[in-house]
């Protein structure tokens, strides 16, 4: 088989613009011990030796027979029939799904379709260890995760061109009855350079896409990019954090549809933070959609969301989040409910948000009023500090604001700064605010500085806390704009 080039993107945030193209040899590759090659097949006789024409027919009998960097060819079957049964990966092992051509097969309707019927608590399709690649494979009724990283060093893992697609009757259920597609999990040391690219995750209402649980004093790098959602029940982008640990995620290039199915609250991307722990979240170039007007009066398109009162688990209540969050050149279309919202129930967050030339169109806002919900604190007093930045970006035809600043909590004690243009953290403004029922901004008595944008000719309404019209001296905008600033 040819070795094919592989494009991958180094994951630190401080390398965003690197493209690293390669056609290295593979994990695992050695002048002294050069990697074996196994072969499984559906349509296999049960004798089969691992061989190119004459595979195994079951995972187990690989896994049994392979050792660490070897690579195991999934191949496509000639009937139609679904290969069943799981895997545990060794170091730098590969698991490909390709056509008799011996090359990856890329297309999703020709992927090697796999399940695992294995009864509760079994059903895991694929378990990683480090360095493993896992690609051409369609993943099918998830009774458990079909690749699962827990409890273990799941570092270079690199999942592209599959597909997931729904659940099995009987599946494990997290709190709101889900199964993760992909699930990460790590309690210690540093996960680096885990990559999800060119994959699709569609048809299951019981069904999420991928989840990152990190804990302890855990450290993780993640990139996720070119893949698609749609009729899900949970998260596309499901990122918890916990302790004191700390997640650098990029999300690129990557559409959602339908997500929420169930009357579910299943933000499609969500940086969950809780203890002390830090995150890192790049998003660009997102594309999200709600044709079907899916999900709970709580499920947005994104959000952020500080764990805290009047949550229960008082322990993983936040006592010292941070979080930073940008959103750029992404389109956020008919959520069901508030279509960006921040919200800090912890106490000494430290939160930075950024949106810059995305498009928030249309929108049904439910719970803190608007295109984009600033909710500052949920208790009075909590210290820290949030800034948010909005830049370039259009909120057109919600049925709320287009923003509202709520600070539930009351009090003084928690620092912000809001600048929309002109201000000090350096907003060009050149925002458009167009068509939203209820207004411009709602924001309590607050420094919010929106210079330099468009209200659809007109000078902006502003409300108050209670929703009453106010002539704030703490918002500073410009005399009526006679052109759009772009």
Not at 109 to 136: C, F, H, K, W, Y
Not at 378 to 407: C, K, M, Q, R
């Amino acid at each position: 088989m040819r070795r094919r080039c592989s494009r991958r993107i180094m994951p630190p945030l401080c390398v965003l613009t690197l493209w690293l193209v390669s056609c290295a040899p593979a994990h695992g590759q050695s002048s002294n011990s050069p990697p074996t090659t196994f072969y499984v097949s559906a349509d296999a006789r049960p004798n089969g030796d691992g061989g190119e024409h004459t595979p195994f027919v079951s995972l187990a009998r690989a896994e049994a027979a392979s050792a660490a960097g070897d690579t195991i060819f999934l191949l496509a079957s000639e009937r139609g029939t679904v290969l069943d049964g799981g895997i545990a990966l060794k170091p730098r092992q590969k698991l490909v799904g390709v056509g008799s051509d011996g090359q990856l097969l890329e297309h999703a309707a020709d992927r090697v379709r796999l399940t695992n019927s294995t009864p509760l608590p079994g059903g895991i399709m694929v378990r990683l260890s480090t360095q493993n690649e896992v690609a051409g494979i369609h993943f099918m009724n998830m009774r458990n995760a079909a690749i699962s990283g827990v409890g273990t060093n799941y570092s270079g893992a690199y999942i592209h061109h599959a597909t997931f697609t729904g659940h099995a009757a009987e599946h494990i259920e997290d709190e709101r009855g889900l199964v993760y597609a992909v699930s990460f999990d790590a309690a210690e040391g540093t996960i680096d350079g885990v990559t999800v690219e060119d994959s699709s995750f569609s048809d299951g209402e019981d069904l999420g896409a991928i989840r990152i649980f990190q804990s302890g004093q855990s450290r993780g790098h993640y990139q996720f990019q070119r893949n698609e959602f749609s009729n899900l029940g949970g998260r596309a982008y499901f990122v918890r954090t916990q302790h004191t640990s700390r997640v650098e995620t990029i999300i690129l290039d990557s559409t959602a549809d339908n997500i929420g199915r169930g009357e579910r609250n299943s933000d499609s991307i969500i940086p969950y933070l809780m203890g002390q722990s830090e995150q890192i979240m790049l998003v660009r170039n997102y594309r999200f959609n709600n044709t079907q007007q899916e999900g709970s009066r709580s499920n947005t398109a994104i959000e952020a969301y500080m764990f805290g009162s009047p949550r229960p688990d008082e322990a993983n209540w936040c006592t010292g989040c941070k979080l930073t969050l940008k959103i750029v050149d992404s389109v956020i279309e008919n959520s069901v409910t508030d279509p960006i919202q921040f919200s800090n129930s912890g106490t000494n967050s430290e939160l930075s948000y950024e949106i810059r030339n995305t498009r928030i169109i249309g929108g049904d806002p439910r719970q803190g009023g608007g295109g984009i919900s600033l909710n500052l604190q949920g208790v009075p007093d909590s210290g820290g500090s949030t800034t948010l930045l909005v830049e370039g970006s259009d909120i057109v035809g919600t049925t709320g604001y287009a923003f509202t600043l709520n600070n539930r909590g009351g009090g003084d004690g928690h620092a912000v700064t809001v600048d929309l243009g002109g201000g000090a953290l350096g907003s060009r403004g050149h925002n458009r605010f167009i068509d939203n029922e209820n207004g411009a901004m709602r924001v309590p008595p607050s420094r919010v500085t929106a210079r330099h944008n468009w209200w659809d000719g007109e000078a902006p309404t502003l409300y108050d806390s209670d929703d009453r019209p106010t002539d704030d001296a703490h918002v500073l905008v410009d005399p009526v704009l006679t052109a759009d600033p772009r």
